[in-house]
């Protein structure tokens, strides 16, 4: 294990039915080039010694003699190999002929594991052959040279890193109750399945919806491997599926009816996976009382020494639902933000709404939130009370486009020049209006939410802020300025998904407001609180000040959901910003740079984030002091700035 990835693989080797000794070349073959990748773990599918599809051949002494020998051969094989490989072959034990999964390292068998629930309906027959795990009583037999334990018990395998990683074979996870259950509860990071599933009619998306759903109910890796092309064909075919899932999302899956052999690889991320089941205190609670046997495997590999080369897909837009989720995930998130807002007008009694409008982005999505919530609760519409508030870096673009969208969409519109009274403020204060700084910037947003706020007490509304996720990660809003409201809407909403969410209402809407939106989104992301430039466009652009949004909310995803420390971090988006796949291109200069940058204000400006006003959580990621993230405002940020300091450019 490397920066947590342990690097797996499911294969689906050529077979002949019957035919151990070219199965196990077959399988040999696929062992040695997969450990030439560095995989430290490999799975094959159910039987693949004999072949699945041996029917009543499976009784003949001959068959399951020259299984043993063809372990023999593959702990030979393996003797000089760090690669831990599991097959699958029918084993002997007294009276009982089981089903097992043989785990095999640098030519030891480390153990047998019986498979437990025998399919016995439809087009299977295995009780016919083979006894279950339940049958047995623990029983010491000698296989393949080695005096093995084979029980009933449930078994984990630990790796020279301290993973543990569990066994069920096909039908098993099918069943009520899976034995994977009880073998991530008694601490199993990854479970490996050796299967034998053959093809009907959407059963294959059956199988994916059902493999995905128990990894992600166990929090585990799930790495899959199903019989394939030379099983035999006489009433089944088998379509070689070879799936890996990590927590419910798929990391890698085979070609299916494939004619040819195949390992599909990728790796699992063992501290991200841990990270989630100590957050989980239910899936903690629910490991009392589990326990597991536990096997370990060699103590002394070369696998770690090995340079390390993330090859698994890294999405740079977490917070972005998959394009063929977009509609349906866009509407739920409205949907989570009308409730919220609506719940908290109805019990204020309040039928008002105040909302500054600035022709940004985050303006525009609170605007369209009020909007659907006075629609869903038949309201007027001109109970919501957009603000303008032009002051010394308002352009005409962006108050153009913020008058336009309150007209198109029928709301009350209100407009407050703020310059006058700032300039006043400054009198008052002795600040010169011709110093830019800190003082000449917040001034004018902690004028602006005071208008809001008195507006709001005026007419009876709730101030509704507009500050999102991003912002507030960054700390990027003015302290008792746009930072205060009565109810943040899209406080869990991040910088990189309202650009999606308003081009979702554009699609929906009249040309009018359709136009202005698009316009909107094109618009460069900006406080506007520096006077525009010579040709009155936008002269403070936030990304040039504070970096790419895109980068700091993929940042944000990793220290809040998984608490992975700087040095991962960087790797994982190295990775993601490759410009491969139509991703943006970042070099390592530059993600360095911002990511020391994000750390520093994630720290600092944790004091902001102490006081925020309610606001509805969204997705996984949140930081209501309230709810997900509870941190002291004056933590010290040197042991993760000293780390980010080291990382190599």
Known sequence: MQNGFVKVASAVPAVRVADCEYNTLQIENIIAKAEGKGVEIIVFPELCITGYSCQDLFRQSLLLEQVETSMLMLLDFTR?????????????????????????????????????????????????????????????????????????????????DGVLFGIEICEDVWAPAPPSNNLALSGADMIFNLSASDELIGKHKYL???????????????????????????????????????????????????????????????EKLRSERRTNSTYVNAQRGHDARIVNA????????????LIREVNPHPFIPQSEEMESSCEEIFSIQVAGLAKRLVHTGCKTVVVGISGGLDSTLALLVCVKTFDKLDWPRKGVVGVTMPGFGTTDRTHTNAVALMESLGVTVREVSISAAVEQHFKDIGHDMAVHDVTYENSQARERTQILMDLGNKLNGLVIGTGDLSELALGWATYNGDHMSMYGVNAGIPKTLIKHLVKYVAASVDDTSRETLIDIIDTPVSPELIPADEDGNISQKTEELVGPYELHDFFLYYILRFGFRPTKIFMLARKAFNGNNGAPFYDDA????????????????????????????????????????????????????????????
């Open 80 to 160: 000089n190999l760090d690669i831990i490989s599991i097959v699958g072959l029918p084993v002997v034990v007294g009276d009982l002929l089981l089903n097992c999964a043989a785990v095999i390292q640098k030519g030891d068998l480390l153990g047998l594991v019986p498979k437990t629930y025998l399919p016995n309906y439809s087009e299977f027959y295995e009780k016919r052959w083979f006894a279950s795990a339940q049958d047995l009583q623990p029983t010491e037999i000698r296989f393949a040279g080695n005096k093995i334990l084979v029980t009933p018990q449930p078994t984990l395998f630990k790796t020279c």
């Open 590 to 649: 530059t993600i360095k740079k911002w990511l020391t940058t994000f750390l520093r204000r994630f720290f600092s400006q944790q004091f902001k984030r102490s006081c925020l006003p309610d606001g509805p959580k969204v997705g996984s990621v949140s930081l209501s002091p309230r709810g997900d993230w509870r941190m002291p405002s004056d933590a010290s940020s040197t042991l993760w700035l000293k780390e980010c300091e080291q990382i190599s450019v």
């Open 298 to 309: 060699h103590t002394t590999v070369a696998v770690a020494q090995r340079d390390f080369e």
């Open 208 to 270: 994916k919806s059902l493999l995905s759903q128990q990894s992600a109910r166990t929090i585990s890796g799930y790495i899959y491997s199903g019989c394939g092309f030379g099983e035999s064909s006489q009433d089944m075919v088998y379509a070689g599926n070879a799936i890996i899932y990590e927590n419910g999302s798929i990391l890698a899956e085979g070609e299916r009816f494939s004619l040819k052999p195949q390992a599909v690889m990728s790796q699992i991320d063992v």
